[in-house]
């Protein structure tokens, strides 16, 4: 028999030692993602069968449901148990409800703990010794690049816009466009058009939906090209990331690509979609603001734990003459600047013109940087294809199963 794997779910990474401390084992022993869309993404993959979640305090209780709805249909021989630090406010029947097994108070001590953990192995092993799960695996698990930074104006709706429609040209797939910056985007706007569609419409597509219902919330922009983005709407409910998970994910199964433009706050929407990313750009400009802005954007997002292995970064208007160079950015950054988007009239102008620059001005400096961009991250996506047809499934960093974000 394999030894039952239990994975702390949430942030801080130090949830994952006090799962252990309570379990009496050492912390490798325990698996650790930082959210609930990566749990869902390790069921997905599914490589080893999972018996329980631990759900951090800090999982906000709408990731946490659901978490728990998710598991009951793709993984239902796993538990999920949450744990608190404060008393629950009509928690419980809820959670009850969703199917979480068990909640646990942490102020109460460990030992509580550890006896639902106990509980819960059993109950999956039980479980498992009576039926072989298989959750549905998609025929088509497309890439998913995002783009972000954290100080307005960088460029990001322009690399995002321009990216996708060189990504779509380049690799003749189908590919999409999704705006995420839900208060502000303008990601349509680069294409000359506005968005039909309100935020709920497409995040009721949730999990699973067909191929047709899916291409109904899209906006066609161009050859192989569709656009998703809403209305902005500064009264409506701003979704949990764990749903935007599910949406992404959906996305994922209609198109080869998937790029987003991510929100410029680390918003809950925006830290789901960079779990789901298999590349995320940090686009800054040439000005010691900007760069500071990036450094510290990319420290937080590796304190979450986010692979760094994730991240391009992207220096925008990398040609203007003001006293800082690429150099300058890889010493303050401390890591390699992936790409260099010269500053171009043709930019503004194209979006005045609401045609991108990648196909008003296919010749530029500007297309020619965003060409090499793209093709690097299609030829990323076909290796890992290849790896996929080779080994049956993505290859992982580290050959550490369940413990590969560790
Ligand atoms: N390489 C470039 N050369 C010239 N102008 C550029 C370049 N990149 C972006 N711009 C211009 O800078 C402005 C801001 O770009 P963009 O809309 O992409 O920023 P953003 O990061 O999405 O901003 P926001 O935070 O408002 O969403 C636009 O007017 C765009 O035309
Ligand atoms: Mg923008």
């Given at each position: ?10 942030t801080?990474q130090?949830f ?28 997905v993959a599914g ?8 759900l951090?305090?800090e999982?906000?209780?709408p ?24 008393t ?17 108070d ?10 639902a ?9 039980n ?6 799960q ?7 698990r ?28 380049i ?6 466009v999704?705006?995420?910056?839900v ?10 058009l ?12 949730g ?37 935007v998970g ?9 198109f080869s690509?998937?790029?987003?433009d ?18 995320v750009?940090?686009v ?35 040609d203007s ?17 992936d ?5 171009s ?9 609401g045609?991108?620059v990648?196909l ?13 961009l ?6 990323a ?14 290859p ?9 974000r560790?």
């Open positions: 028999m394999t030894e039952p794997s239990v994975i702390a779910v949430g801080p130090s994952r030692q006090t799962l252990a401390r309570s379990l009496e084992v050492e912390s490798e022993e325990v698996g650790w993602v930082q959210s609930a869309t990566s749990a869902e993404e390790l069921l490589r080893e069968p999972i018996d329980v979640l631990v951090s305090p999982l906000k209780e990731d946490a449901l659901g978490l728990a709805e998710f598991v009951g249909r793709v993984a239902p021989a796993t538990a999920i148990i949450m744990v608190r630090d404060h629950w406010n009509g928690l419980l029947p809820a959670a009850m409800r969703a199917g979480i097994r068990d909640v646990v942490m102020t109460q001590g460990s030992e509580e703990l550890r006896d953990v106990e509980r819960a192995i059993q109950w999956a092993a479980l498992r010794s009576l039926q072989v298989t959750a549905d695996r998609p025929t088509l497309g890439s998913i690049f995002s783009v972000f930074s954290s100080k307005g104006g960088a460029g990001k709706t322009f690399l995002t816009t321009n990216l996708a429609t060189a990504i779509a040209e690799s003749g797939r189908d590919t999409a999704v705006d995420l910056d208060d502000m985007g303008d990601v349509f706007t680069y294409f000359g506005e968005p039909a569609h309100q935020l709920q419409d497409l995040i009721e597509l999990e699973g939906a067909e191929h047709d219902r899916v291409m109904q919330t899209a906006v066609r922009l161009g050859e192989h090209l569709y656009g998703f983005g809403a209305v902005p709407d500064p009264a409506a409910q701003v979704p949990a990331g764990e749903v599910k949406f992404l994910r959906t996305l994922r199964n209609s690509y998937v790029v987003v991510a929100s410029a706050d680390y918003t809950d929407l925006a830290l789901a979609c960079f779990d789901l990313s298999d590349a750009c940090l800054t400009g040439l000005d010691v603001v900007g760069v500071k802005h990036l450094s510290k954007a990319l420290e937080t997002l590796l304190s979450i734990g986010l692979p760094r292995e994730k991240f391009r970064v992207v220096l925008n208007r990398a003459k003001v006293g800082l160079d690429s150099t300058d950015v890889e010493r303050v950054m401390k890591i390699q600047v790409a260099m988007i010269p500053s009239r043709l930019v503004p102008m194209s979006l005045n013109k045609r991108p990648y008003d001005e296919p010749q530029s400096d500007v297309s020619t940087a965003i060409r090499h793209a093709k690097r991250f299609i030829g996506a076909e290796a890992e294809d290849a790896a996929v047809a080779f080994n049956g499934s993505k992982t960093k580290k050959k550490r199963g369940l413990f590969a560790s």
